[in-house]
């Protein structure tokens, strides 16, 4: 069951952005550079790095989740080119990162799609925030965050 929708995200700074002590004075974000766009069949929220060094937005969990629950987040960069170099992405349950990874760039495409069960109770409107820090021509795509199915491994 999905958590968020790719229309609903919102950006967001100061005390709603948990990384907005980390923003570069220089940063921005053209808002034609994120925002719903097919992947693979797919829409995903899709954050053009090129044109938005520095983002993080928000939307409230549109279900529950409970502890114990499976959940999984399917996240697709294409190709990293830029000057060495990382770039930081992160998703976060109320300000508080699940999902943490520092990306070498230059570096190959990837997909991460981690599965793992929820630690805590959340209800539905627990705000959720997709971060990305970036610098070259890259592109990050949040294909899925669901809760819900089985847990590799479980009976």
Not at 47 to 70: H, M, S, W
Not at 80 to 95: E, H, N, Y
Not at 98 to 126: C, H, N, Q
Request: aromatic fraction near 10%; include cysteine; charged fraction near 20%.
């Amino acid at each position: 069951m999905p958590l968020v929708v790719p229309e609903d995200w919102q950006v967001v700074s100061g005390a709603l952005d948990p990384y907005d002590a980390r923003r570069p004075k220089d940063a921005f974000c053209d808002p034609a550079a994120i925002g719903p766009y097919p992947v693979g069949g797919e829409v995903a929220y899709d954050i053009d790095g090129k044109n938005c060094l520095f983002v993080t937005v928000a939307q409230p969990t549109r279900v529950p989740v409970y502890e114990g629950e499976t959940m999984l987040m399917r996240l697709w960069h294409f190709e990293l080119i830029g000057p060495t170099g990382t770039a930081t992405v992160s998703v976060c349950f109320d300000g508080q990162p699940f999902f943490y990874k520092e990306l070498a760039i230059p570096g190959s495409s990837g997909l991460d799609a981690p599965v793992w069960k929820a630690e805590r109770d959340m209800p539905a409107g627990t705000p959720v925030q997709f971060h990305v820090s970036n610098h070259g021509s890259n592109s990050y795509s949040l294909i899925e965050l669901s809760v819900g199915g089985p847990f590799p491994g479980d009976p």
